[in-house]
């Protein structure tokens, strides 16, 4: 499909009312929803990853997803990799007692995987699946035996939690979708949110999300336009996505207060030819980073909440004094 028709329904239906929930109706018709356990599985165990990349752990861990969306399967993840509580939020409510219990029932044939991915004996893994009645049908039966927590809507950016009580917070596919001036409100939060030496570990795609239903274009398309142009196609509404390059995801983290410790992003080769062959022309926007920066299509990174260096008045009087 010519990415524009989908581009221009969505920016039409953003600005309609009642095209929000007409826009949801359809993609329940379409499927766009649907079960797809290897792929969102795999996903959920690259923040494992990132976490244990991280040297840190999940058993016994207060974890705080940001943006559960439609299936939750990053909270059963965690819960049956032994945190001792989950909370996620989001301030849309897409997620069902039927998308929740889907998911669940799905995980039962890939039990042993969780477990060796998870780091965790099988058995355990296996008692922790039982704790749920096979009955469940409902999000708070298949929640609470799991200790996960569902706060929707609810923002990010002001989770009423006290501070320090997370060791790790998430997110999946999520960052991308978020301003950058939400964004820093959103690590802001995170940061009150950890512990000392708590982790913020995140996966996203920051590129055109319109390549995945045209083959003609690339994943960096979207970096042609300017601010202007963008904002109709997928700068506001529905459909949004900003543009964020690689660096200014480090920068916001970092900004922050946090210490990256495991940062990997993925370059799109077919946006870095178009870019150096001048077949995609790139808005003066973007004039700050190179065409590798530009060309980047997915990042994976854990950043740590490291402890705050020691005042000076601290380092002097721990010193020992010397006398002429
Ligand atoms: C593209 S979806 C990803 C959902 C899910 N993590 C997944 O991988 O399928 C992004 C989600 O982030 C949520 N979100 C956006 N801003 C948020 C915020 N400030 N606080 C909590 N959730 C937010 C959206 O409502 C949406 O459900």
Known sequence: MNWKYKAHALAALSRVPGGRSLYHGLQRVAGTNRLQLDRDLERAFELVDLIFEADGEIEGKQVFEIGTGWRPFVPFVMALAGAKRVITVDVNP????????????????????????????????????????????????????????????????DTQLPARSMDIILSSNVLEHIPADVQRDIHKESFRLLKTGGLSAHRFNPQDHYSTIDSKITNGNFLQFSEKQWRWYGGTGLAYHNRLRSPEYRELFQQAGFEITVF??????????????GALTVDECFSRFTPEELAVDYIWMANRKAAPLPARSEIESSLPAFTN
């Not at 897409?94 to 998911?103: D, K, N, P, R, V």
């Not at 922790?128 to 039966?141: D, G, H, N």
């Not at 990997?264 to 080769?269: G, S, Y």
């Open 94 to 157: 897409w997620l069902t007692s039927a998308y929740a219990c889907e998911t669940w029932r799905a995980l039962e044939s890939r039990l042993p995987e969780i477990a060796a991915r998870c780091r965790v004996p099988e058995q355990e893994i296996v008692q922790r699946y039982r704790s749920v009645p096979s009955t469940a049908c409902t999000l708070e039966s298949v929640f609470v035996p799991l200790r996960i927590q569902y706060d929707c809507p609810a923002d990010a950016r």
């Open 264 to 277: 990997r992003e993925r370059t799109d080769q077919r946006t870095l030819d178009a870019i150096r062959s």
